[in-house]
């Protein structure tokens, strides 16, 4: 019997989530709630795969759509599945809904990991029978491009569920990271997190425009970020490496962090002014175009990086 995968939130994580799977030869069951969603997604899903062809990234888009099969019930989709990746909305009553019904038809060995981007697995699934088998599993958007996987267990998540899901994420190609305990954001929207809230205090100050803060990063750090990390950076960035680092520039990242006392909450008038420079230079009806734009580009960088490693 073919290894399967249950996606339950077929929007477009889910959807993305699915992509994952089947590429890598699992057979795939699609669930929402909502009809339409599972009726509109092979389309959807057709439509990526086509571009990923185009890109060299995978060979056939009809052997992976064929492998992606909507569901017409929970417990049609959950059977026989060795894992299910939840990706409804995010909200604890959604999920704690989602994990009783998933609860009441999974088998017994079925492992559950949940797309949440920033609510601990702890707020909703503490309740169910099966919440040792249960954690997060936070992909980045689309995870088929952006291969990072965020792993952080519950209080009660047992040690076997991370490696046996860590094990799953590598054996498709992603790249599992793990947490040894809870946190409100996790790994990536804490990092994300402390850029952004400089990021808008400085257009909030005056210091710089939206457009030249992107550009920062476009050109700059992203550059680096693409292929190193934080600490790989800064290790390589002085002569003696991460130490010879810090006792260069500690002082003045110690300053720039004692200028910062507090935080505040982006206000109203921030984020008009935010809006208004970002709609200046993309309007709303190209949202969607730039969005797929974004992912061309990803693909793009997917195959340089895969035919770096390949190389070195």
């Known amino acids: 019997m073919p290894r399967k995968i249950a ?10 989530w699915s992509i994952v799977f089947a590429r ?11 009809p339409a969603a599972v009726a509109g997604a092979p389309s959807l899903i057709r439509q990526s795969l086509d571009k990923l062809v185009t890109h060299g990234l995978i060979e056939n888009a009809d052997t992976v759509a064929n ?24 909200d604890v009553a959604a999920k704690q809904n989602i994990l009783t019904a998933i609860d009441a038809n999974v088998d017994s060995a079925t492992l ?7 609510i601990p697995a702890s707020a909703f699934t503490e309740h169910v029978k099966c919440r040792d088998r249960c954690l997060i599993a936070h992909p980045v958007n689309p995870p088929y491009l ?5 792993l952080i267990p519950a209080p009660w998540t047992s040690r076997q569920t991370v490696h046996s899901v860590r094990s799953l994420m590598e054996s498709v190609a992603q790249v599992p990271v793990e947490m040894t305990r809870e946190i409100e954001g996790f790994l990536l929207n804490r990092l994300q997190g402390v850029l952004l809230m400089e990021a808008w205090r400085l257009v909030e100050e005056g210091y710089a425009t939206v457009e030249d803060i992107d550009r920062t990063i476009k050109y700059g750090l992203g550059l680096r970020w693409s ?22 520039l500690g002082p003045l990242y110690h300053r720039i962090a004692a200028s910062r006392t507090e935080h ?13 420079q970002r709609r200046m230079m993309l309007s709303a009806d190209d ?26």
């Open 112 to 118: 559950i990991g949940s797309s949440s981007s920033g």
């Open 287 to 312: 949202l969607t175009r730039r969005m797929a734009w974004r992912d061309e580009r990803l693909m793009s960088l997917a195959v340089h990086k895969r035919d770096q490693e390949e190389r070195a």
């Open 7 to 16: 996606i339950v939130g077929v929007g477009l994580v889910g959807r993305g």
């Open 146 to 150: 952006a291969p990072v996987v965020e």
């Open 67 to 90: 492998r992606i099969q909507p569901a017409q019930t929970l417990g049609r989709a959950l059977e026989h599945a060795e894992y299910v990746q939840e990706s409804v909305f995010e």
């Open 24 to 34: 890598a030869g699992f057979e795939v069951a699609l669930f929402d709630s909502n």
């Open 227 to 248: 292929f190193m990390g934080p600490f790989e950076t800064i290790d390589l960035n002085a002569p003696g490496g991460v130490a010879d680092y810090a006792e260069r």
């Open 264 to 276: 505040h909450v982006w206000s109203p008038e921030l984020i008009s002014e935010v809006e208004r």
